[in-house]
Structures are given as structure tokens and as C-alpha cells.
């Protein structure tokens, strides 16, 4: 039994593949039913492959609707099918062409006017007729090789002269398609000629006249084009010669197009009127001149560099100036269509070009960079002048409207701020209410290496069209140059292009040879419209090639020696422009000297303006300035803040909503929901919180004042662990929702919880850009278990920990990474903290000054924030306090898993009341607490395994004997409050205890810190797991000795000195 995949009256699209397996066991007896079954085995019919299903699943559809509304053949194919024809049998060929003459007379051309003149006979015959006739046989009759054409024909004269009209439009109309779907590969892409930008040179076999039979005679016959076509202008038909020419002007000269993969029709003839209609591409002398003028600026400006700063870095842009002239391009048409707000991400090659002359960055503050004399404003490390960010606002001269231009500060890590631009664009937009990006969008810069190898770009166009992703289309700029430092393309990439990644996203792709600059500024204004348009990426490749080495010191000539003979002959593309306007009469030899010497100029004086400077501020180079948040504070007006408790009402109010059904009486929820909403109705009535509930009143209560929150990350509406459970989903009715608490007030700040694409490195990054534009927000990233981080390291090494050092950029960014040791193996046990303990900035041998301001100091003072809270009143304070800071930084926290259960772990509303605030450590409030002169031990921990740790002590009695205090705020190091215990337990061995392996957790991040507090009087015991290769074992059975062992060795106080070292080391894994 034969199903067609797409009959379907509703439900879900059944993914590619299905064809062959029939209908999926998931949809099997959903409401979405097959419409209609064919009885026959239409199956073994060959003409139906992959392509060609799509059209006759779409004829068919048609003919269920109407029959008459498909063509006759078509009308007679499926009414043979549906009786139960045998494979091969259900088609009969089309009716002869000189019976259908009087319908073809009725009908009207659909977008012509039929012509009044006498005609070539074929020109009589309606456009649709030719058009479904010809469907129906190119893709029944071996639609794959238009060569084999015309072999069956008919024997009587009546079919012979239909015939000899229609197999020659077949193969034109086939013609015409391999045009746009391969034509690119003749493009003339290379500006040294000697490449070809998809790294092949043959001429595809359906690109050349004999594929199609065709010969010198066809050349001069008229023939009726397609609608798929818009080559012909104002006319419906022409010769095969022009057909031809217009073909290769469109698809074979300084563009190449690739659209055909884009499974709209309506889009793919968008792209056609954009390209295809002669002298559409045409331009004024105005913009000509202006072309030029952008050429002039962009040329000079790196030639001025080079003179003036021959020894120094700058990721020249020579060869691929035309940047300049496209990025002004794409934005000048994009303020016509409404943006008022550009976020750009770009590389370092030609990143102080597009400063001085697209964001227009004062000049002498962009050649200060250069002065490696200046004194530092700031504090911090700085970085390269290549890789830092800026924000401007500038008047955009061809609309007189102003825009911001804002370009985001990058590591060195090519493409890793391509999700950081993306998270920066959505959250502008969602600031400013700009759900369909009209007025604030991205445009991110690639080299054509890092675009082919980094799978963060893949990761990247994932995110593009997700609602709670999607910043309605990215228009990515490729500068190929053909090199990838010093790597051929041949050997850097396995895809034909570098741009193929698009692709999965169905992007357009504008190839474009960068030494044609019409061409150039023709592909941005088209994809600007494109996004305009369809809210959606696009692509422009601009093929043009690196005049210098990788940088200004690198000899190219070692590696691509012939590249770089030709190079030496190219002449620049302002010289070959210049050249053409002064032909074309344009402009005058005189004319463009002026231009020339009139930039010169004015980066004379910039020079000579740097020199006066004494001071480079980074403050300068900021991307989201935050000026409002920081108006008027003072270092030392920042040290302070606010308590993080909240009143009882609020907390109520949240608890009370969490715990509630959703209003609408129809709204069915599952059994297992119902149950954990009464257990928190409870909660409440009882005054007391679980973990997920302590956090839900963190984002509540700050939703109350206004602070925006959003939580992003694989899973999060329900929680890897079932616990949030922030989306109700009805049971009955799809895609109705109820998400409690973006519904606790009418004038709360809005909530948004998104899962995400199974990725960390696009996500994290986005979420990192989405906590760079707006203060006034708690956002969160969260993984799925803490260990998944890794893949996302570069953002948190590049960007997290070092960002502000870097660029005097503070982020708020929240990670919450699932961490604990509970025998789920390597890959689920821990979030690392070690690492993120390494990067931490305080000295661990220097003793700080305390004084009251010290807690609120040492933030200040550190890089980020690394907890681990063991309460949900605890946790509910750093959340809150995140915000309340009158400063940002990231604050990564370990979560955890089975603590969100654990009948110990809650807490009561009045550790979360007004006065109450974030515990930065936790003192033992038990028997030994109040006899502590009496106690042997005390055991600093912190997180889970404090359970741990707790129960055996009382399963041992030893109550009174051992403290055990709990570090909530690992980094920084709470000195103050650990000599405060350290003093208190003066008569107790000190003992660090952790489930993590000795090389791993925080032991040596606590050891010297703690030994530094005791100013190295007394000696820190190590009680926990030997060191290993891998993070946790992958046996229960071994856990659980482990967990024994250490807990043995915790309590055991017979024991003084470094206990697990006496035991034998364990082989790699465990
Ligand atoms: C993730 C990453 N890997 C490696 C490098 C080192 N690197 C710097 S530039 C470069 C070549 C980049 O080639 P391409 O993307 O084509 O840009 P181009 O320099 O040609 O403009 C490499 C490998 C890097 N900066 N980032
Ligand atoms: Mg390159």
C-alpha cells in the first residue's frame, strides 16, 4: 500500500523519508488522517523520485480540491490510480496539441496580454498549457535527462507537429532551469581569474547547447517562456539566442546566485524579478559616484595606515575594499526600509576599516590604538586594537535619519561572537518592542575559512528562525578571500563553496565578483530586501582575494606562490573603477584626484590629532555604553546593596501561582502536574519552599520591580529534572500554554522561558549578548547537566571570565549548571567547578583588608561569581542579588539534582523576608555550633555533599564533636567569614571535604585559601575522592564505595593529616 507523504488535511508535515516507511507509528491514529489513500502501487511509478513527488503531491492536492483545476493528464493519472491502475498504466499521454487549440484560444495568458499581431505559431499557444503540459511530461517521462526528449513520439502527423512545438520548449524550459539552478558555476566569480570560487573548474553538462539538441537553426526560433522565468521583460516570448544571452547575463557573469535549494516558489521567483529582469540591475550616475567615493575612503584608508604604521598589526583589508561600499550599501537600504539600529560582528580582517568609514569612529581615537606609549585610562589588561567594540550614533545621509551602529567586541576565537551579536540584536529588539526586527538588526562579517569551519556558524543559523531566537534575518557578509591564513581553500573545506553551511537554513546565496562593485551593490540592496522582505538570513559572498600576507609581516609568496604572481599584476579595484566612471564619463580624472586628496587629508589631520593624545580609554570602545546605569556612580558609591529579601505578600503571591491550575476552566492539565501543584499549594499554606519555588520567587519578585528575566537552555520550561514545570501544556488542544509567571501582574516585567536548540555554544553566547544590552534584566542560561558546558568553552573563557578585563564590558550572565556526584556517571556528574575556580581572579596568598565594604568590594573587585548554595532561600538570594548589584557580573552557580527533592533541602519564608540576604557562608547552627571549644573537627564543604556529610555525622553521634560549615560563595573567597570559623573552632583539625575527584572541585582552589586565612598555622586535611582522568565513575557500585570512603574519612578523628593521600591511588577512571 502506496501513501503519498504530504495528503494530509492537517496535523504535522511528515519529514523526508517517510515516503518509503509509510505512515510514522507517532501519527499513526492521530486526528491527522491521510485524506485519501491510493489503491494502486503508484509507488513503482520511476518518475517518482525525491523532486518530482513534491509536484505531484502538490498536483494532487489540487485535483482533490478540483479536478479540473489540474491539467487533463494529470486529471486522467489520478482517476486511473485511484482505480486501482497497475504501475506504469495510470499515465496516458497528453492530448494532442491541435486538440486542445479552441481551450488554448479561451484561456488567457495569465500575466500578458495575448498578442494581437500575427505570431509565431507557438506564441498562439497559452503560457499554462505549454507550462502544465510540459510538467506533466518532463517529469513523467524522465523529467532527469532532458537529452532523451522526443525519443517516443507518435506515429500520426497531428502528434508529430504538436510534438515538434512542445520537445523544443521542454528542453528550453529545461534549459532555463539548469540556468538557475547551476548557472552560478559559471560565474565569473574570481577577480584574479584564476580560482573558481566552488573550487571547480568544468562547465556542468546542462549548461552547454548540444545537452539540449539543440542547434544553430534553434537559435533563431521563437519560443514562449516559462513563468518561472522574468528574463523576458515585457515580453512572453523570444528568440533562443537572446533566451541564451539573457540567461548568461543574469546567471554567468560577475553574480552567482543559489536559490534554487529554497523550497518556496514564491521566494524563488522573488529572487528571479530581483535578478533576472533585463537592466535591472542598473545604476545612476549618482550612485556610481558614491560607489566610488566609498572606494576611495576604504582604499586610502589602508594605504594611509600601511605608510604611516608600517611595522604594525592591522588585518588590512587590501583586496577586498569593496566591504566598505557593501556594508554602506546594505545600510542605507535598510534605513530606507525602516532600521534605525545595526549590531554588527566581524573578524579582525578590515575591522578598523568598517570603523573609520561605516561607524565612522573619530578617526584619531581609532589611530590612538597605534601608539603603544599611551597610558591606560582603565582597568584591566585591554586588548588588541583589532578586536575591540564601539557604539555610534551617526547620520545616515541618504535617509537623513539617525542610527546606532554598534559593533561587538571579539576574541580572537573567529565566529565565536556571532551568537553574542545575535542574543545583543533579539534582546534590542525585544526592548524596544520590535517583534518583526524593523528597526534593529545584525549584519555578521566572515572569512571564507572560519565561515566553512567553525560549527558554530552551523549552530548559529539554528537559532535564526526559533521564536524566541530568531532576530528576523541576519545578513551575513563573507570577505573571500580565497585564503584562510595560509591554508588553500582545497585543503580547508570539503563543501563546494565556503558559504554551503547556509544553506541549511535555506538562505539565498549571492556570490559576487568583489572587483565588480555594481554587481556588489546590487546583491546588498537585493539582500537587504530579502530581509526586508521574509525576515530571514541571507548570504553575500564577496569572492575578491589578500593583497599582503595573513597580516601586514607574513610573506604569502612562501605558500601560494602563482596566487601572489597574480596579485602583483592585479590592479586595485578603486584604480579598475576609477578607471570605467572616468570612461563612462561619469566622473573626471580631476574629479576623483580631489575625492582622493580630500580623504588624505582628513586622515592627516586625525594623525596629527592622535599624536596629541595622552591617555587611550577603552570606556570609549564600549558596544552597549549602559550610560543610564551608570550615570552618576562612583566606585565608591557602588558599594553597597540593598537587602534581597522580599515581603511575605509577594512571596505568597508567587507560591500561590506556581501552585495554581491555569484559569481557564478548559485548560486540562496532566495528573502528574495537578499532583505537584497541590504539593506547592501546601508549600505555601506551610510557609516553606522547595528549590524550584525559592527560584520561581526570585524571578517573580524581580518581575515585580521591573526586571525583565528570561531563562534560555535545553529543556528549561519543564527542567531537565521535572521540577519547574514553568509551561503547562493542556492535554488536549496543542500549543496552549500557561506560563504562570508571566501572568503573576498586570504590570510585571515580562517573563521568557525558551528551550532551546540542542547546542551550548550558539546558545550561551546568544544569552551572553541578550545580558550585554540591557542592564535592568536577570538572564540565565542554564545546561542540561553542568558537564555539557565545555562545548561552550570559548564563551566562557573569551568572553565571561575575561570580557571586562578585556573591554571594560560587564555582563550580568547567570549559568546554572547541574553539579553532584550521585552515580550517574563521567558525563553527568560535574559542572567543573574547577575551571571556573582557575579563572578566578584573587590572589590566593594575600590576606585582604576587611573592612564593612569588604563582601560588596571583593565582588566588585572580581572577574565573576562561583556558587554553590545548599538552600532554596540561599539560591533565591543570589538570584536576587544578581540584580540588585548596582554593577554586573557573571555569576556562574552549581545546581543541583537530587537536592531539588531532598526533603532537608527547603526553606522556610522567613529566610527570604525582608532584612534577610544572601549567605555567603553557612556556620553549623547545631550542637558542636554552640560548644566549639569542645569540637575536634571542623569540615568545610560545600554544596550537596553537605547532606552527606550531615547524616553521617549523626548516624556516628558525633554531633558535638565535628562542625561542619557550608562555603556558599566559592569565588570569591569569603576570607572574612572562614576566619571567623577558623578562629571560633580554635581547637578542631581543619578539614576540606568534597565529593569531586582531589584534581577536580575546589580543593585547590580552597586549600591555599584557607591555609592564607590561618596566616599557614595550621594544616587543611583533604577528606574526598583520589585523583582520576575522568570526572565520576561510570558504576553505582564504585560511587558508593567512594562516597564511603570519603565520608570515613571525614568523620573518622582518628585520623589528623591529609587522609586520602594514605590510600593507594586508584587507576585512571576511578
Ligand atoms: C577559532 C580560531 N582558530 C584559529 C584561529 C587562528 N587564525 C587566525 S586567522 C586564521 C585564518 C582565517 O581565515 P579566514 O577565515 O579566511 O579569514 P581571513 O584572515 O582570510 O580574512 C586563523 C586560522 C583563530 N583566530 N580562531
Ligand atoms: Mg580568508
Not at 530581509?531 to 605558500?559: A, Q, W
Not at 572574612?976 to 581547637?987: F, G, I, L, S, T
Amino acid at each position: 500500500m502506496y501513501t503519498l507523504r504530504t495528503f494530509w488535511t492537517s496535523g504535522p508535515k511528515l519529514a523526508r523519508g517517510v515516503l518509503s516507511q509509510g505512515v510514522p507509528a507517532a501519527v499513526r491514529g492521530t486526528p491527522a488522517q491521510p485524506a485519501r489513500l491510493l489503491t494502486t502501487s503508484v509507488q513503482q511509478e520511476s518518475f517518482l523520485n525525491g523532486s518530482s513527488s513534491n509536484y505531484v503531491e502538490e498536483m494532487y492536492s489540487a485535483w482533490l480540491e478540483d479536478p479540473k483545476s489540474v491539467h487533463k493528464s494529470w486529471d486522467v493519472f489520478f482517476r486511473n490510480a485511484q482505480r486501482g491502475a497497475a504501475p506504469g498504466e495510470a499515465y496516458q499521454s497528453p492530448p494532442p496539441m491541435a486538440a486542445m487549440m479552441p481551450m488554448v484560444q479561451r484561456m488567457a495568458w495569465p500575466m500578458m496580454p495575448v498578442p494581437t499581431a500575427p505570431a509565431a505559431a507557438t506564441e498562439q499557444m497559452s503560457g499554462k498549457v505549454i507550462d502544465d503540459h510540459l510538467a506533466v511530461q518532463a517529469i513523467i517521462r524522465s523529467y532527469q535527462d532532458p537529452s532523451a526528449l522526443g525519443h517516443e513520439l507518435g506515429s500520426s502527423g497531428e502528434v508529430r507537429s504538436s510534438i515538434d512545438m512542445v520537445v523544443p520548449h521542454q528542453r528550453m524550459h529545461a534549459m532555463i532551469r539548469a540556468y538557475q539552478i547551476r548557472g552560478h558555476q559559471c560565474a565569473k566569480l574570481d577577480p584574479l581569474g584564476i580560482m573558481e570560487a566552488d573550487l571547480d573548474s568544468s562547465t556542468p553538462r546542462e549548461l552547454t547547447l548540444p545537452y539540449y539538441r539543440f542547434n544553430e537553426e534553434d537559435l533563431d526560433r521563437t519560443f514562449v517562456l516559462p513563468q518561472t522565468t522574468f528574463i523576458g521583460g515585457g515580453s512572453t516570448s523570444l528568440p533562443l539566442r537572446e533566451i541564451i544571452k539573457r540567461l548568461e547575463e543574469t546567471y554567468c557573469q560577475t553574480i552567482g546566485l543559489e536559490y534554487m535549494h529554497i523550497n518556496d516558489r514564491s521566494k524563488c521567483d522573488w529572487i528571479r524579478q530581483k535578478f533576472e529582469i533585463p537592466g535591472i540591475m542598473s545604476m545612476s550616475n549618482e550612485t556610481k559616484r558614491l560607489t566610488l567615493a566609498r572606494l576611495v575612503r576604504s582604499t586610502r584608508f589602508e594605504q594611509f595606515l600601511a605608510t604611516k604604521y608600517p611595522a604594525e598589526k592591522r588585518f588590512g583589508l587590501e583586496g577586498g575594499e569593496v566591504l566598505i561600499p557593501a556594508l554602506k550599501t546594505i545600510i542605507d537600504r535598510s534605513t530606507e526600509q525602516g532600521a534605525e539600529s545595526f549590531v554588527m560582528g566581524m573578524p579582525h580582517r578590515g575591522r578598523l576599516n568598517v570603523l573609520a568609514n561605516v561607524i565612522r569612529k573619530e578617526l584619531d581615537q581609532i589611530l590612538c590604538q597605534f601608539d603603544s606609549s599611551l597610558e591606560a585610562d582603565d582597568e584591566g589588561s585591554g586588548d588588541v586594537k583589532y578586536h575591540l567594540g564601539c557604539s555610534h550614533m551617526r547620520l545616515n545621509r541618504t535617509t537623513n535619519k539617525s542610527i546606532k551602529l554598534a559593533l561587538v567586541a571579539n576574541p580572537s576565537h573567529l565566529e565565536a561572537a556571532d551568537p553574542v551579536v545575535q542574543g545583543k540584536t533579539r534582546a534590542e529588539q525585544y526592548y524596544r518592542g520590535d517583534i518583526e526586527g524593523k528597526k534593529v538588526m545584525s549584519i555578521l562579517m566572515h572569512g571564507d575559512a572560519a565561515f566553512a569551519g567553525q560549527g558554530v556558524v552551523f549552530e548559529t543559523f539554528h537559532l535564526s528562525d526559533l521564536p524566541a531566537y530568531t532576530t528576523h534575518g541576519t545578513i551575513h557578509v563573507v570577505v573571500n578571500n580565497q585564503i584562510g591564513f595560509t591554508t588553500d581553500p582545497r585543503f580547508s573545506r570539503s563543501s563546494t563553496y565556503c558559504t554551503d553551511v547556509a544553506k541549511v537554513v535555506e538562505a539565498p546565496i549571492f556570490h559576487v565578483n568583489a572587483d565588480d562593485p555594481e554587481a556588489v551593490a546590487h546583491v546588498c540592496n537585493v539582500a537587504a530586501d530579502w530581509r526586508s522582505e521574509f525576515e530571514k538570513d541571507v548570504v553575500i559572498d564577496l569572492v575578491c582575494y589578500r593583497r599582503g600576507g595573513h597580516n601586514e609581516m607574513d610573506e604569502p609568496m612562501f605558500t601560494q606562490p602563482l596566487m601572489y604572481k597574480q596579485i602583483g599584476k592585479q590592479p586595485t579595484v578603486l584604480k579598475q573603477y576609477a578607471e570605467k566612471l572616468i570612461s563612462e564619463g561619469v566622473v573626471t580624472q580631476e574629479e576623483y584626484e580631489e575625492e582622493v586628496s580630500k580623504y588624505d587629508k582628513i586622515c592627516e589631520e586625525a594623525y596629527q590629532q592622535a599624536r596629541e593624545e595622552k591617555i587611550l580609554s577603552i570606556k570609549h570602545w564600549l558596544d552597549s555604553p549602559w550610560t543610564d546605569f551608570f550615570k552618576d556612580k562612583t566606585r565608591d558609591s557602588m558599594m553597597v546593596c540593598e537587602s534581597t529579601g522580599v515581603s511575605e505578600d509577594i512571596l505568597t503571591h508567587v507560591g500561590t501561582f506556581m501552585g495554581s491550575p491555569p484559569p481557564d476552566p478548559k485548560f486540562t492539565i496532566h495528573g502528574g502536574v495537578k499532583r505537584i501543584l497541590r504539593q506547592r499549594a501546601t508549600m505555601v499554606k506551610e510557609r516553606w519552599v522547595d528549590w524550584a519555588i525559592g527560584e520561581a520567587m526570585a524571578f517573580g519578585s524581580l518581575m515585580h520591580a521591573g526586571f525583565h528575566v528570561r531563562l534560555s537552555g535545553q529543556d528549561v520550561e519543564r527542567g531537565t529534572f521535572s521540577q519547574r514545570h514553568h509551561v503547562l501544556h493542556d492535554q488536549n488542544r496543542d500549543k496552549v500554554f500557561w506560563t504562570p509567571l508571566d501572568n503573576l501582574w498586570p504590570d510585571q516585567a515580562p517573563y521568557t522561558v525558551c528551550n532551546s536548540s540542542l547546542s551550548e555554544y550558539a546558545v550561551m553566547g546568544f544569552e551572553l549578548g541578550y545580558s550585554m544590552s540591557n542592564p535592568n534584566a536577570l538572564v540565565l542560561w542554564e545546561a542540561q547537566f553542568g558537564d555539557f558546558a565545555n562545548t561552550a568553552q570559548c564563551i566562557i573563557d573569551q568572553f565571561i571570565s575575561s570580557g571586562q578585563a578585556k573591554w571594560v564590558r560587564q555582563t550580568g550572565i547567570t549559568l546554572l549548571l547541574p553539579h553532584g556526584y550521585e552515580g550517574m556517571g563521567p558525563e553527568h556528574s560535574s559542572a567543573r567547578m574547577e575551571r571556573f575556580l582557575q579563572m578566578s581572579t584573587e590572589d590566593p596568598d594575600q590576606y585582604p583588608e576587611i573592612d564593612e565594604r569588604f563582601e560588596i568590594r571583593q565582588l566588585f573587585d572580581h572577574n565573576w561569581i562561583v556558587a554553590n548554595c545548599t538552600t532554596p532561600a540561599n539560591y533565591f538570594h543570589l538570584l536576587r542579588r544578581q540584580v540588585l548589584l548596582p554593577f554586573r557580573k557573571p555569576l556562574i552557580v552549581m545546581t543541583p539534582k537530587s537536592l531539588l527533592r531532598h526533603p532537608e533541602a527547603r526553606s522556610s519564608f522567613d529566610d527570604m523576608l525582608p532584612g534577610t540576604n544572601f549567605q555567603r557562608l553557612i556556620p553549623d547552627l547545631g550542637p558542636a555550633g554552640q560548644n566549639h571549644e569542645q569540637v575536634q573537627r571542623l569540615i568545610f564543604c560545600t554544596g550537596k555533599v553537605y547532606y552527606d556529610l550531615t547524616k553521617e555525622r549523626k548516624a556516628r553521634d558525633l554531633d558535638d564533636k565535628i562542625a561542619i560549615v557550608r562555603i556558599e560563595q566559592i569565588s570569591p573567597f569569603p576570607f572574612d567569614m572562614v576566619k571567623e570559623q577558623c578562629d571560633r573552632y580554635r581547637n578542631a583539625d581543619l578539614v576540606w571535604a568534597q565529593e569531586e575527584h582531589k584534581n577536580m572541585g575546589a580543593w585547590n582552589y580552597i586549600q591555599p585559601r584557607i591555609r592564607t586565612t590561618v596566616n599557614r598555622e595550621r594544616h587543611v586535611s583533604y577528606a574526598g575522592r583520589a585523583s582520576a582522568a575522568a570526572a565520576a565513575t561510570g558504576s553505582k557500585q564504585s560511587h558508593q564505595q567512594e562516597l564511603n570512603r570519603l565520608l570515613e574519612h571525614a568523620m573518622n578523628l582518628d585520623n589528623h593529616v591529609s587522609l586520602w593521600q594514605s590510600q593507594p591511588r586508584r587507576n585512571l577512571t576511578s
